[in-house]
């Protein structure tokens, strides 16, 4: 993982040894049934490697906000039905509200080599978003070696993410994780060019550090979705009750300024598709109209770049040989604000020989939407840790974790 080294389980042999294995399993559930087991698959590669040591899973993952207070709506019960379907061997559920008690250590104690087991969701704890001591001294006490392959929360100093580490002697990434910093880590270091950056989505303030970090090392960096509009009015344009940050003008001019002093640059939309009201519900069908900056209407509001803007953005990927995408281009949840986000899908999926990668959250539900999922280099596995990341900040899930 280049300068991002820290071990992994190549680098150790968990043969009768207890390993907990922190995972990301906050998958969807409806009804008791898992709609999308994407993020489930994503981490068996490590499981199946301790599976081949000899080793003794103890698996752990959060799921939802239950912040503090069990919720049978929330159970991991379901996950490990589905592991077992998976792995083909029973993955047996440890449930307990307190995730960790001596009912459940006993459980763990007793296992053999190659046995595996599911605690229940973390966040039944107030203590794992907390960060809490005692409660990472919980999770020590059921394991050996302790693996973090839940790059979606690396983000978080939480318990199962940083705290534990405090107290586990061996502290290693499984391979999503592994996967996932060194994919990441090569846009900070050494990205083919001409190497791309999309961002969009709704708040600026989300993306602060990242665009200025991001300026440093893409050639051209394209910005849609509802944070151009502060960066559109920043250079003087009408955008009438398109969501705008006021606070954020200033920082927008510096950007733009920075990117001239660079030599990079920053593409915006030139046009966007608009309306008076806010969808209600989000996917209601609305009248629309597109107007160019320069004539927009201040009563509308822009919810999807328009076809001028994405022929732009369009001719800017031409010949990108690296992309990252992190944020749609519009409210694409709406029919009427799907275009600029499908297009841009599409576009990754017909660059040849391209590293194109998305950085996590609804981008990779845009990218579902356009069918084009398997055209990808690679899709993250967590938004915020993803945008984290890019800003050049370390991670609390790698930095915990033994170097090499």
Excluded at 92 to 103: G, T
């Amino acid at each position: 993982m280049s300068k991002f080294s820290v071990k992994t389980i190549d680098d150790i042999n968990a043969k009768s040894q207890h390993v907990l294995i922190r995972c990301d399993f906050n998958v969807p559930i409806v009804n008791g049934s898992i709609s999308d087991d994407t993020r489930i698959k994503a981490t068996i590669p490590t499981i199946k490697k301790i599976i081949k040591d000899g080793g003794r899973i103890i698996l752990c993952s959060h799921l939802g906000k239950a912040q503090g207070k069990p919720d049978p709506k929330l159970t991991l019960k379901p996950v490990a039905t589905r592991l077992s379907e998976i792995l083909k061997k029973d993955v047996k559920f440890l449930h307990d509200d307190k995730v960790i008690s001596s009912s459940v250590l006993d459980s763990i104690h007793s296992m053999k080599d190659g046995d595996i087991v599911l605690l229940e969701n973390l966040r039944y704890r107030i203590e794992e978003e907390n960060n809490d001591e005692s409660f990472a001294k919980e999770l020590a006490s059921t394991c050996d070696i302790y693996v973090n392959d839940a790059f979606g929360t690396a983000h978080r100093a939480h318990a199962s993410t940083y705290g534990v580490a405090k107290f586990v002697k061996t502290c290693v990434a499984g391979y999503l994780l592994e996967k996932e910093v060194s994919i990441l880590g090569m846009l900070l270091e050494n990205p083919p060019r001409p190497f791309v950056g999309i961002l969009g989505g709704a708040k600026i303030k989300d993306k602060l550090k990242i665009i200025d970090n991001l300026l440093e090392h893409c050639d051209k960096l394209i910005i849609g979705g509802g944070m151009a509009y502060t960066f559109l009015k920043a250079q003087g344009y009408e955008v009438g009750t398109s969501l705008l940050d006021e606070s954020k003008i200033d920082y927008c001019k510096e950007m733009l300024s920075k990117a001239k002093k660079l030599k990079k640059e920053i593409l915006l939309p030139v046009d966007t598709v608009a309306t008076i009201d806010f969808p209600n519900p989000i996917d209601a069908k609305v009248p629309t109209k597109t107007f160019k900056f320069a004539e927009f209407d201040k009563n509308y509001m822009g919810l999807d770049i328009g076809r001028e803007s994405i022929k732009s953005f369009m001719k800017a990927l031409d010949g990108a040989k690296c992309v990252v995408w992190n944020g749609p281009m519009g409210l694409f949840e709406n029919p009427s604000f799907r275009l600029g986000s499908y297009c841009i899908a599409r576009k990754l999926s017909e660059l040849k020989g391209a590293k194109t990668i998305i950085g996590g959250g609804d981008s990779v539900s845009a990218v579902s939407m356009a069918n084009v999922t398997d055209k990808m280099f690679h899709i993250s596995t967590g938004g915020g840790a993803t945008l984290t990341f890019l800003e050049g900040t370390e991670l609390p899930g790698i930095k915990c974790l033994n170097k090499k």
